[in-house]
């Protein structure tokens, strides 16, 4: 059986007659006819472009430990353990966040193409690398503000300058709890009060960490120079001057990015944590943290993930007790207002081919 302009010839024929044909026999067919007429196997183009933007998520140090996979209409995302941060986030906990992020990317991406989806979370239990398997639906009907969400990921960046202050004109989204909680993680919005607290947790982290020769050269690896295999750029990276303003930031070297008029940092911090600990609760927190940066992007505020001050006993204690029902600390978010002319400082991606793999399709399923 072939299929020729006579069976159909626009895609808006494909649908219609998807719902009036009977179902024919088509083993054996050369076509992949379930392709043409089934509405729950994107195209292959459709799958790599929603993951070329998901790949656009925050990572830790922009190590971008993500893999994904597709085949039969589904499509899977894996850890690449390669890429943990052995002396920065010994359990992996970061670089599950990160391919949460990346998850909640996807997600978006999809519903702006008119795809929503189907998750299964780590399906094969806690101790897996395989963080997800997503089937799809083309029923998804995006509002004006899915495409503003598409646009944040383009835009978003993680800023290292100091922030002004959200305010009456540029307040913080009301979205942001209620998006955290949908993952089933909690948002706090810490008081101005809680500064010197974030700044002594900074202090005690930074010192632990002094002559740790492990961290120091991870982290001299991964930050200061790009690869086109992952890392953060220099000119993403506070000047010396811009990170002394910002007194709770995680002690990157120096970088070059001096454009700023605010000398001190007047963000407002944001918590996300959790009841309980494990690889579920950290892919969620991943998503809820991507959704809350893109919201903020969405309202024109800059934002900056830390998570130096949860990398340690002594400080996660310390965050611990400023949240109202305790619990794990997993992420915290600086958000503010940050310097509206200056470009965004975008940091490079891996090639696309170096993520995503296709299996093709076995004929006889
Ligand atoms: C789990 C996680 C932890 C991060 N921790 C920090 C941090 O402690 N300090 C910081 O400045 N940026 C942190 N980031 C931001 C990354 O460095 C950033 O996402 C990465 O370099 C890519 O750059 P981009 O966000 O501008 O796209 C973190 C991001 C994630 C997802």
């Known amino acids: 059986m072939t299929i020729g302009p006579n069976f159909a010839s626009t895609e808006g024929e494909h649908l219609k007659l998807q719902h009036r044909l009977p179902v024919p026999d088509y083993r054996g067919a050369k076509f992949d ?28 140090h922009n190590s971008q430990p993500w893999q994904w996979r597709y085949a039969d209409g589904q499509l899977d995302l894996y850890t690449e353990r390669g890429r943990i941060l052995t002396s920065t986030d010994p359990s992996g906990r970061q670089l599950v966040v990160s391919c949460g992020a990346a998850l909640n990317h996807l997600q978006i991406a999809l519903i702006a193409l008119k795809w929503s989806t189907d998750i299964r979370r780590v399906p094969e239990g806690p101790h897996s690398g395989h963080l997800a398997s997503i089937r799809f639906r083309h029923d998804a009907r995006p509002q004006s503000h899915d495409f503003d969400l598409l646009a944040a990921i383009r835009h978003r960046h993680s800023d290292r300058r100091p922030f002004g202050p959200v305010s009456v004109q540029t307040p913080l989204p009301t979205t942001l709890a209620e998006v955290a909680r949908h993952q089933d993680v909690h948002l706090t919005v810490l008081g101005q009060g809680t500064r010197p607290t974030l700044a002594k947790a900074t202090e005690l982290t930074a010192a632990a960490r002094k002559y740790d020769s492990a961290y120091q050269a991870e982290l001299h690896w991964w930050a200061g120079h790009s690869t086109s295999s992952g890392g953060i750029p220099s000119n ?10 910002v007194a709770i930031g995680r002690r990157f070297p120096d970088g070059r990015d001096d454009n700023a008029t605010t000398k001190i940092d007047h963000s407002t911090v944001l918590v996300l944590s959790t009841d309980t600990e494990g690889r579920g609760e950290w892919l969620r927190v991943g998503e809820a943290l991507s959704a809350v940066l893109l919201e903020s992007t969405v309202a024109g505020l800059a934002t900056c993930p830390l998570t130096h001050m949860t990398e340690l006993n002594q400080g996660r204690e310390i965050i611990r007790e400023l949240l109202p029902d305790g619990g794990f600390p997993q992420a915290l978010v600086r958000v503010g207002v940050g310097e509206g002319k200056s470009p965004p400082r975008q940091t490079p991606r891996r090639p696309i081919e170096s993520v995503f793999s296709m299996a093709r399709r076995d004929p006889r399923r």
Do not use: K
């Not at 993951?51 to 830790?60: E, F, G, N, Q, T």
């Open 33 to 60: 006819l379930e392709v043409l007429v089934n509405n729950t196997i994107p195209d292959e183009n459709v799958v790599r472009i929603a993951v070329d933007l998901a790949c656009r998520a925050p990572s830790v």
């Open 236 to 245: 993403a990276l506070a000047s010396g001057d811009n990170r002394e303003g």
